[in-house]
């Protein structure tokens, strides 16, 4: 198994909710370590640039609303397989079709409001990482 860094966002929602700890203790809980973190609110630019590859699609003018509501929670989580062992977590996409103890299933209430994002492969996890932080906001940790 390989060492991977993912991009993991709590949105605004779920910040809204107090739900950033429970979260968080989730991904410790599983082996994933926090080796970066940030609050953002972002500007409708900056959430239709992080978005881009849904510019097209039906749903792009709803998400970037959402995305801007109020603030999120922007991590870097490492760890072995850290991107399929994050999606495992936050379960899938649709609320209504993730299990009981996952995430989204816990606490999404729609495909917009789906409470946290997370890479879907590598390439996009080293873009997605790059959009909010820099490297040397990073701190992989030995202990
Ligand atoms: P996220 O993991 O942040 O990545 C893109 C987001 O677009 C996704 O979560 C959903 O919130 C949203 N999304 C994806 N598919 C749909 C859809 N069919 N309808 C509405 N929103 C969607």
């Known amino acids: 198994m390989a060492v991977e860094r993912t991009l993991s966002i709590i949105k605004p929602g779920a910040v ?3 739900l950033i700890g429970n979260i968080i203790n989730r991904f410790e809980e599983h082996g ?3 080796i ?3 609050m953002i609110h972002l500007t409708q630019e900056q959430a239709q640039a992080f978005y881009a590859i849904h510019r097209e ?3 792009f003018p709803e998400l970037v ?3 801007t509501e109020s603030p999120f929670i922007a991590l870097v989580l490492e760890g072995e397989n850290a991107i399929a062992r994050n999606r495992e977590l936050m379960g899938p996409t649709d609320p209504s079709k993730a299990a009981p103890g996952t995430i989204r299933g816990d606490f999404g209430k729609s495909i917009t409001r789906n409470t946290v994002h997370g ?3 590598p390439e ?3 873009t997605e990482i790059a959009f909010f932080f820099s ?3 990073l701190f992989p940790r030995a202990r």
């Open 16 to 18: 809204a909710k107090n």
């Open 36 to 38: 970066a973190a940030r």
């Open 65 to 67: 609303a959402y995305m």
């Open 124 to 126: 996009t996890a080293v």
């Open 57 to 59: 699609r039906p749903f």
């Open 119 to 121: 890479s879907d492969a």
């Open 32 to 34: 994933l370590r926090i």
């Open 135 to 137: 490297h040397v906001d």
